[in-house]
């Protein structure tokens, strides 16, 4: 007998779906589903006071342009200001100056630990309020 043959007591094959050749299906860049693309304070790109900023330049500074700390403190942050949340006059003086901050960061000017232990709190924070409103989201719908 060969593996050609079939036996005279197998089961006969379900009948199978018709072929459909596979479909990409983009929802967008990673950084614009996450926080929202077009907004005074997306990540387009960063400039001082003024323009279109990207406002957490002392978080890149201190965790890095790509580090999810970054992007979530700088969602946050637009979060609190544009719904005048509680502390929305500090993300007015941070994005007066901010910027600034952050350069003489870099540059060697100011130390970072007590700035880092200051942003490991916001962190948190978003961290919290970020999850508070999703739980609130999924119970609500």
Same mark, same amino acid.
């Given at each position: 007998?060969?593996?050609?043959?079939?036996?005279?007591?197998?089961?006969?094959?379900?009948?199978?779906?018709?072929?459909?050749?596979?479909?990409?299906?983009?929802?967008?860049?990673?950084?614009?589903?996450?926080?929202?693309?077009?907004?005074?304070?997306?990540?387009?790109?960063?400039?001082?006071?003024?323009?279109?900023?990207?406002?957490?330049?002392?978080?890149?500074?201190?965790?890095?342009?790509?580090?999810? &700390?970054?992007? =979530?403190? !700088? $969602?946050?942050?637009?979060? /609190?200001? +544009?719904?005048?949340g509680r502390g929305w006059r500090f993300v007015a003086?941070?994005?007066?100056?901010?910027?600034?901050?952050?350069?003489?960061?870099? &540059?060697?000017? =100011?130390? !970072? $630990?007590?700035?880092?232990? /200051?942003? +490991?709190?916001?962190?948190?924070?978003?961290?919290?309020?970020?999850?508070?409103?999703?739980?609130?989201?999924?119970?609500?719908?």
């Open positions: 007998m060969s593996l050609t043959d079939k036996a005279a007591d197998s089961k006969p094959s379900t009948p199978r779906k018709p072929y459909t050749s596979p479909r990409l299906m983009s929802y967008g860049h990673v950084k614009d589903i996450i926080q929202g693309g077009g907004g005074k304070k997306s990540d387009a790109a960063g400039t001082p006071p003024g323009g279109n900023s990207k406002s957490c330049w002392i978080a890149e500074q201190l965790y890095g342009v790509d580090d999810p &700390r970054t992007w =979530l403190l !700088r $969602a946050w942050l637009a979060r /609190v200001y +544009d719904e005048r003086v941070y994005d007066r100056y901010g910027f600034a901050t952050a350069q003489a960061i870099a &540059r060697g000017y =100011l130390p !970072r $630990a007590p700035f880092r232990v /200051v942003f +490991d709190a916001l962190v948190e924070r978003a961290f919290d309020a970020s999850a508070l409103v999703v739980t609130t989201r999924r119970l609500g719908a």
